[in-house]
């Protein structure tokens, strides 16, 4: 197949595209290599598949509208895999225009190339913070999301709702993933596993936010990229046992869905910080602080719709996952 990937020099992006290089596919990568972390470290994410020849770099911003349109009228993409966006919630607070120019101008531009171009399947990171103030777990695809507590989490509830309306009006079909907590080499320096690494090898003290009483679903990239290239395989189809009196917001009448990928097994923080100083050899420094705005002190996953459809589940103990990154991060920091 010929697939997009927008975000291809981001942390899952990388990973994505070197599961569909490695099976033979050919992938046109985009990405504006934009500042929000660091640039460098992009780069070197390019540079693991810069060398196949059946991978070709594009630099372009997915709000150019033009330019994507011209990318899709050129390339006519099989699939398109869509994670470009600007991502954090704590960010969201500080400069809310970035997500609307990307997350959702940025979307728009996507969903219209997939549109006018005979597109198989659009596949779209959603995210876990959709949940927002839901605390019934596990989160379940089938649970309402209309309470979200940051400007990501509300753009990332937009996108699936873009894309129903897509699917329904255009026969187009879409398939949103729920990430939850990815981790993993090659990560993104603003998450908690970078940063507390990178504050304990300094002997400076790590920032423990809501005092330690946070639980998160930790997902190991692989698992994460693995899920994405399985879902990106089965095109969503309309569900005909839709029932439209008592709509299920998993499921549609149109080519629709939207799955979480979590490793449906919460880490209390705390235990996340000992499996970090574990594999390091080091006793973290800590300072407590109050919860931040935006956060929520716990998410989990259900994530038996996810393998249902594709007969896979995460299964990457944190354990086995945080001492893969902290090799990672002494070998790629000469740490």
């Given at each position: 197949?010929?697939?997009l990937?927008?975000?291809?020099?981001?942390?899952?992006?990388?990973?994505?595209?070197?599961?569909?290089?490695?099976?033979?596919?050919?992938?046109?990568?985009?990405?504006?290599?934009?500042?929000?972390?660091?640039v460098?470290?992009?780069?070197?994410?390019?540079?693991?598949?810069?060398?196949?020849?059946?991978?070709?770099?594009?630099?372009?911003?997915?709000?150019?509208?033009?330019?994507?349109?011209?990318l899709?009228?050129?390339?006519?993409?099989?699939?398109?895999?869509?994670?470009?966006?600007?991502?954090?919630?704590?960010?969201?607070?500080?400069?809310?225009?970035?997500?609307?120019?990307?997350?959702?101008?940025g979307?728009?531009?996507?969903?219209?190339?997939?549109?006018?171009?005979?597109?198989?399947?659009l596949?779209?990171?959603?995210?876990?913070?959709?949940?927002?103030?839901?605390?019934?777990?596990?989160?379940?695809?089938?649970?309402?999301?209309?309470?979200?507590?940051?400007?990501?989490a509300?753009?990332k509830?937009?996108?699936?709702?873009?894309?129903?309306?897509y699917?329904?009006?255009?026969?187009?079909?879409?398939?949103?993933?729920?990430f939850?907590?990815v981790?993993?080499?090659?990560?993104?320096?603003?998450?908690?596993?970078?940063?507390?690494?990178?504050?304990?090898?300094?002997?400076?003290?790590?920032?423990?936010?809501?005092?330690?009483k946070?639980?998160?679903d930790?997902?190991?990239?692989?698992?994460?990229?693995n899920?994405?290239?399985?879902?990106?395989?089965?095109?969503?189809?309309v569900?005909?046992?839709?029932?439209?009196?008592?709509?299920?917001?998993?499921r549609?009448?149109a080519?629709?869905?939207?799955?979480?990928?979590?490793?449906?097994?919460?880490?209390?923080?705390?235990?996340?910080?000992?499996?970090?100083?574990g594999?390091?050899?080091?006793?973290?420094?800590?300072?407590?602080?109050?919860?931040?705005?935006?956060?929520?002190?716990?998410?989990?996953?259900?994530v038996?719709?996810?393998?249902s459809?594709?007969d896979?589940?995460?299964?990457?103990?944190?354990?086995?996952?945080?001492?893969?990154?902290?090799?990672?991060?002494?070998?790629?920091?000469?740490?």
């Open positions: 197949m010929k697939v990937v927008t975000g291809a020099a981001g942390f899952i992006g990388m990973h994505v595209s070197q599961i569909l290089l490695a099976r033979g596919d050919s992938v046109v990568g985009l990405d504006n290599l934009n500042d929000y972390y660091d460098q470290l992009k780069l070197d994410r390019l540079a693991r598949l810069t060398p196949n020849a059946n991978f070709r770099f594009v630099k372009m911003d997915v709000a150019d509208r033009e330019g994507i349109a011209k899709f009228a050129d390339e006519k993409f099989d699939r398109v895999v869509h994670l470009a966006a600007q991502a954090g919630v704590r960010y969201s607070l500080v400069n809310p225009h970035a997500y609307i120019d990307s997350n959702i101008v979307f728009t531009n996507i969903l219209e190339g997939c549109r006018h171009n005979a597109v198989q399947h596949a779209y990171a959603s995210s876990s913070s959709v949940y927002g103030g839901n605390t019934a777990m596990p989160f379940s695809e089938h649970h309402n999301i209309d309470h979200p507590v940051s400007l990501y509300a753009t509830k937009a996108n699936e709702l873009m894309a129903h309306t699917s329904h009006l255009f026969r187009l079909p879409t398939t949103g993933l729920r939850f907590t981790y993993g080499p090659w990560g993104r320096p603003d998450m908690a596993l970078f940063l507390f690494t990178k504050a304990i090898l300094a002997g400076e003290p790590i920032k423990v936010f809501n005092h330690g946070m639980v998160r930790f997902t190991y990239i692989d698992d994460i990229a899920g994405v290239v399985r879902v990106l395989d089965r095109p969503a189809t569900d005909s046992g839709f029932d439209a009196a008592s709509p299920d917001p998993a549609s009448n080519p629709y869905r939207v799955f979480n990928i979590g490793n449906n097994d919460p880490v209390p923080l705390m235990a996340f910080i000992e499996a970090i100083e594999a390091l050899g080091k006793t973290a420094q800590k300072e407590y602080l109050p919860m931040q705005d935006g956060d929520v002190p716990a998410t989990s996953a259900d038996s719709e996810l393998e459809w594709t896979f589940r995460p299964a990457t103990p944190v354990t086995e996952g945080v001492g893969r990154f902290v090799q990672w991060y002494r070998n790629y920091f000469k740490a």
